[in-house]
T-cell receptor
Framework: TQLLEQSPQFLSIQEGENLTVYCNSSSVFSSLQWYRQEPGEGPVLLVT?????EVKKLKRLTFQFGDARKDSSLHITAAQPGDTGLYLCAGVITSGANNLFFGTGTRLTVIP | DAGVIQSPRHEVTEMGQEVTLRCKPI?????LFWYRQTMMRGLELLIYFNNNVPIDDSGMPEDRFSAKMPNASFSTLKIQPSEPRDSAVYFCASSLTRGGAQYFGPGTRLTVL
C-alpha cells in the first residue's frame, strides 16, 4: 500500500493544453515536495510546500497544498513538450524527520 | 559544483554474482539515501544514513542487500548474490537538511541475467 497515491498514472496531451495532476493521502504531512524526472536521469526538485492551503507558482506550473496537508495538486498551463516526464510528489510525515515518502508517479507526455 | 556521483552508470551481470554500486554525495550534505526504481513498484527507499550512520534500513529487501558509508563522501550498496528480480535503476540521493530537498544522482541501471 502506497502512502501517497497520484492520479492519473499516465497522461498524454497535446501541446498547449492544460492539465492537473493529483497527489492524495490519508496521512498528514508536515511538508510536501514535487519532483520531475526525465528519462535516464534522477528526479529533480521543483518545489516544496509547507503550509496548508499554500499555492506556489513556477512559470506555467502551479502547486497547491491542501488545507488539511493531506493532498496536493500540480497544474500546468499551456503544456510544452519540455514538460514531458515523470512527476513525483513526496511528503515528510513528521517535522524534523529525514525520509521522504514518494508517490506512485504521473507519467506525462506532451505531444508537439 | 558537482552533483551526486554514481558509478557505474550501467551494470550487466549474471545471476549469483556480487554487485557493488557506488555513490559520492554532494560535499557538505549529511544525509544519504539509496532508492530502487522499477516500473512496477515505483521509487522505493532502501536505506538512509545521517552523518554516516544507518538510520533506517527497513526498505532493504533481504539479507542479500547491504550498504555502508565509511565516510562522509562515499557510500556503497552491495548485492550478493544477485538475482534477476534485482534488475532496476538504483539511485543515490543526498540532502543538507532534515526533510529537505533531496539531490539525486543519475542512477545505476542494473540488469541481472
Amino acid at each position: 500500500t502506497q502512502l501517497l497515491e497520484q492520479s492519473p498514472q499516465f497522461l498524454s496531451i497535446q501541446e498547449g493544453e492544460n492539465l492537473t495532476v493529483y497527489c492524495n493521502s490519508s496521512s498528514v504531512f508536515s511538508s510536501l515536495q514535487w519532483y520531475r524526472q526525465e528519462p535516464g536521469e534522477g528526479p529533480v526538485l521543483l518545489v516544496t510546500v509547507v503550509t496548508g492551503g499554500e499555492v506556489k507558482k513556477l512559470k506555467r506550473l502551479t502547486f497547491q497544498f491542501g488545507d488539511a496537508r493531506k493532498d496536493s495538486s500540480l497544474h500546468i498551463t499551456a503544456a510544452q513538450p519540455g514538460d514531458t516526464g515523470l512527476y513525483l510528489c513526496a511528503g515528510v510525515i513528521t517535522s524534523g524527520a529525514n525520509n521522504l515518502f514518494f508517490g506512485t508517479g504521473t507519467r506525462l507526455t506532451v505531444i508537439p | 559544483d558537482a552533483g551526486v556521483i554514481q558509478s557505474p552508470r550501467h551494470e550487466v551481470t549474471e545471476m549469483g554474482q556480487e554487485v557493488t554500486l557506488r555513490c559520492k554525495p554532494i560535499s557538505g550534505h549529511n544525509s544519504l539515501f539509496w532508492y530502487r526504481q522499477t516500473m512496477m513498484r515505483g521509487l522505493e527507499l532502501l536505506i538512509y544514513f545521517n552523518n554516516n550512520v544507518p538510520i533506517d534500513d527497513s526498505g532493504m529487501p533481504e539479507d542479500r542487500f547491504s550498504a555502508k558509508m565509511p565516510n562522509a563522501s562515499f557510500s556503497t550498496l552491495k548485492i550478493q548474490p544477485s538475482e534477476p528480480r534485482d534488475s532496476a535503476v538504483y539511485f543515490c540521493a543526498s540532502s543538507l537538511t532534515r526533510g529537505g530537498a533531496q539531490y539525486f544522482g543519475p542512477g545505476t541501471r542494473l540488469t541481472v541475467l
